[in-house]
C-alpha cells in the first residue's frame, strides 16, 4: 500500500468512514395451539418481532417434529402474525427467519387432542381386554 493509501485510509477511520459491523435486531417467536371453535379447527398460531415491537412481516416460520422433519410453513403476514394446521401431538421447533441473521427458534409441546387421546384410551383398553 502506498503511503497515500495509507493516509486516506487513516483519516477516513478518524472521520468515522470505515464500514460498521452488521448487527442484527433481536427477534423474537412466539407459538401456540388455538383450540377448535364453531366450524374452524384446531390450528397452531405464530407471531414474530423484532425487539422494539416491529412485526417480522414476511419472515419465513418452519415447524419441525423431534425427528427434525418438517411438518410446516408460513409466512407471515404484515401483523407478524400466521397459522398452521395443528400437527398431531408431540414435541416441536418452530423457527422463525427473516434473513439477514434474523433467526430465532422456541420449543413447542402439543398437547393430545380430544380424537387422539380417545383413540390411544381406547387402544389401551384393547390392550387390557386381550391380556385378560
Do not use: F, N, Q
Request: charged fraction near 20%; glycine fraction near 10%.
Amino acid at each position: 500500500m502506498t503511503r497515500t493509501a495509507v493516509l486516506l485510509a487513516a483519516a477516513a477511520a478518524v472521520a468515522g468512514l470505515t464500514p460498521a459491523a452488521a448487527s442484527a435486531h433481536r427477534l423474537e417467536v412466539r407459538a401456540s395451539v388455538v383450540p377448535a371453535a364453531g366450524e374452524r379447527p384446531a390450528h397452531l398460531r405464530v407471531e414474530a418481532w423484532y425487539e422494539y415491537g416491529d412485526p417480522a412481516d414476511g419472515a419465513t416460520v418452519t415447524v419441525a417434529d423431534a425427528a427434525g422433519t418438517e411438518v410446516g410453513r408460513v409466512t407471515l403476514a404484515a401483523d407478524g402474525t400466521g397459522t398452521l394446521p395443528r400437527p398431531p401431538a408431540g414435541p416441536y421447533k418452530v423457527t422463525a427467519d427473516d434473513g439477514a441473521g434474523h433467526r430465532e427458534s422456541v420449543r413447542l409441546e402439543v398437547p393430545p387432542s380430544a380424537a387422539e387421546a380417545t383413540a390411544a384410551a381406547s387402544a389401551g383398553r384393547s390392550r387390557l381386554l386381550m391380556a385378560a
